[in-house]
C-alpha cells in the first residue's frame, strides 16, 4: 500500500480505548450491572439445520435451507434470529417473512452498496453527520436480521463503514460546534442530537452502552436517540440491570432526552397472539398485548426523561396492508410509542425482493390514515442522499390535460407525485419541494430522476424550474407571437 494511500477499515474494527473512557470512574463503573442473556441466536444456515434438529422452531423446511444454500444467500446477507423470535414467527406469517432468507434475494442484486451515499456525509469513521443529529455506529450485530435491513452492507463489512470510537466522535463534536459558535461554519448547525444505531445498541452490555451515552451527554448534546427493534426480536432486555443503569445515567445528565427509537414492523411483534395466531382480546374487546413487550414499553414511559417513536418501512409480505398499518398506528400509540416515519424500503442491494413500489407503499399508508386520531398518525417518507423526502401527493391525471402538449401535457395527463423536503442538510432547501410524473413501477426516488418537473433538491441558483420550463417552451414561444 503506498505510504499517502488511505486504509480501508473493516466494519468492527475502530479502538474501544474502553480503560481512557472509564479512567478515573471505578466507583461509578461499579454501580453498572451486567445480566448475562441467553437469546438463542441461531445464526447461518447450518446452525440453523441443528437448531431445527434439536427441536427448535422449523421456520424453514430441509429443502428449503437446501435452496438458501444453493443460491448463496449467506453472501448477502445470513439469516440471523433468535429462539423468542423463531417462536413467534410459528404463529405469524408476517413476523417469518421479515426474518425469513429467500432464494430469490440472489436473483437481482441491483441496489446501491452504500445507500443514499452516507459516506459522503462521514467525516470521521462511525460517524455520519447530516443535520443536527449525528448517527453514530456503536455495534455490528443484532439478535435477529431483517431481511430488507438499511444497514446490511455495515453487518456484512461489504462497505468502508466502521464502528465509530467515542474519543473520535466526541472530539469531532466538539470541534465542529467550536467552529459554529466561532462563526467558523455557517452551513450547519450546531450537533445537538446523536443517534446510536449499527446493528443495534440493546446488544451491547450496560456499561458499554453506557461509555456511548455518558461521553456524548459530556459532550454536551442534548439528546440521545438509541435506535432499538430489541424490544420486538428480545424485550427480556430491558430488565432490572438496564433501567438501573438507565436511571444512574439521568442521575448524571438531568437535562439530557434519551429518545427509543423503536422498530415495530408489524402488530404480531408487541399483540398477543394465541397458538393459532389470532388476537387475544378482553371482555370488552380491547386486544391486548405481549406482557413481555409491554412490560419494557411501561418501564421506559415511567421515565420522564424517555421517549418512544416506531419507525419502519412498508415490505412486500410483511406490512403491505392498509388495515394492518392502521392497527399498528393505533395500537403502538395504545402503548404509548408515538408513530414517526413510515419509510419506502431503501435501495440497498437485492431490495427488489422485498419493496413494494412508491405509489403503492403511499396509497396504503394514506388508506392506513383513515379512521386515525391527529396523535396516532404518521409520515411516509424516503430517506434520501437530499435527506428525508416526504411523499405528500400523488395525482390521477386526467386524459383531457394531454391535449395541452409537450412534458408538461403528459404530466398532466398521467398524473404527478409531490415529495416534499422535510429533513435537509441544506438550510436553502428545507420544505421544499420536487414534483416529477408519475411512474407506478419505481421503488426509489431514483426511478423518478427522468420525469422530474420541479426539483427542489437543487441550489437556489440552480435550475430547480429547468425540466418545467423546457416543457412549457412551445406555450411559451406561441404566446410570445
Known amino acids: ?57 422449523p421456520v424453514y423446511s430441509e429443502a428449503e435451507l437446501d435452496a438458501l ?32 432468507a429467500r432464494p430469490e434475494e440472489m436473483e437481482d442484486l441491483a441496489g446501491e ?40 452492507d455495515f453487518l456484512t463489512g461489504k462497505t468502508e463503514k466502521d464502528t465509530a470510537s467515542i474519543h473520535e466522535i466526541t472530539a469531532y463534536i466538539k470541534g465542529h460546534n467550536a ?68 436511571d444512574l445515567f439521568h442521575e448524571l445528565h438531568p437535562q439530557v432526552l434519551v429518545a427509543f427509537m423503536v422498530h415495530f414492523t408489524h402488530p404480531d411483534e408487541f399483540l398477543r397472539l394465541n397458538e393459532a395466531g389470532d388476537y387475544v382480546t378482553d371482555e370488552a374487546g380491547h386486544v391486548l398485548r405481549n ?20 419507525q419502519t418501512p412498508i415490505i412486500d409480505s410483511v406490512n403491505d396492508d392498509a388495515d394492518t398499518l392502521r392497527i399498528l398506528q393505533r395500537e403502538l400509540k395504545r402503548m404509548g410509542v408515538n408513530n414517526h ?50 411523499l405528500v401527493s400523488v395525482t390521477e391525471g386526467d386524459e383531457r390535460l394531454r391535449a395541452m402538449g409537450g412534458e408538461l401535457g403528459e404530466a398532466l395527463a398521467e398524473g404527478v407525485v409531490v415529495f416534499r423536503l422535510h429533513r435537509t442538510p441544506f438550510e436553502d432547501r428545507q420544505s421544499d419541494i420536487v414534483i416529477a ?9 431514483t426511478d423518478y430522476e427522468d420525469r422530474i418537473i420541479y426539483d427542489g433538491r437543487k441550489e437556489e441558483s440552480g435550475d430547480k424550474w429547468g425540466a418545467l420550463l423546457s416543457a412549457l417552451a412551445p406555450e411559451l414561444l406561441q404566446a410570445a407571437e
Not at 479502538?15 to 479512567?23: D, E, F, G, H, S
Open 437 to 445: 410524473r408519475r411512474n407506478p413501477e419505481a421503488l426509489w426516488i
Open 69 to 100: 444454500e444453493k443460491a448463496g444467500v449467506s453472501d448477502r446477507l445470513p439469516p440471523r434470529a433468535t429462539g423468542y423470535y423463531l417462536d413467534l414467527a410459528m404463529r405469524s406469517k408476517a413476523v417469518k417473512n421479515l426474518i425469513k
Open 179 to 246: 467552529k459554529v459558535e466561532a462563526g467558523e461554519i455557517t452551513a450547519k448547525p450546531k450537533v445537538r442530537e446523536a443517534l446510536l444505531s449499527g446493528g443495534d445498541p440493546m446488544v451491547l452490555s450496560n456499561r458499554n452502552l453506557f461509555d456511548y451515552l455518558n461521553a456524548l451527554a459530556e459532550a454536551g448534546l442534548e439528546v440521545i436517540r438509541i435506535g432499538t427493534k430489541e424490544m420486538a426480536f428480545y424485550p427480556e432486555r430491558f430488565d432490572d440491570n438496564f433501567f438501573e443503569m438507565l
Open 291 to 310: 406482557p413481555l413487550v409491554e412490560r419494557a414499553a411501561q418501564r421506559l414511559r415511567a421515565r420522564p426523561f424517555v421517549t418512544l417513536e416506531n
Open 341 to 390: 416515519y413510515f419509510f419506502q424500503c431503501r435501495e440497498i442491494e437485492g431490495h427488489r425482493a422485498f419493496a413494494v413500489p412508491v405509489e403503492t407503499a403511499w396509497k396504503l399508508h394514506a388508506e392506513s390514515q383513515h379512521g386515525l386520531s391527529g396523535i396516532e398518525r404518521s409520515r411516509f417518507a424516503l430517506s434520501t442522499e437530499a435527506g428525508k423526502m416526504e
Open 1 to 57: 500500500m503506498p505510504f499517502d494511500a488511505k486504509p480501508i477499515r473493516i466494519a468492527g474494527s475502530r479502538p474501544k480505548k474502553k480503560a481512557a473512557t472509564r479512567a478515573h470512574k471505578d466507583n461509578l463503573y461499579a454501580r453498572i450491572q451486567e445480566t448475562k442473556f441467553n437469546r438463542y441466536v441461531v445464526h447461518d444456515i447450518e446452525r440453523y439445520r441443528k437448531y431445527v434438529a434439536e427441536g427448535g422452531a
Open 113 to 152: 452498496p452504500d445507500p443514499s451515499n452516507q459516506l459522503k456525509y462521514s467525516p470521521v469513521p462511525g460517524l455520519l453527520h447530516k443535520y443536527e443529529l449525528c448517527l453514530i455506529y456503536v455495534v455490528r450485530t443484532c439478535s435477529s436480521w431483517c431481511r430488507y435491513c438499511y444497514r446490511s
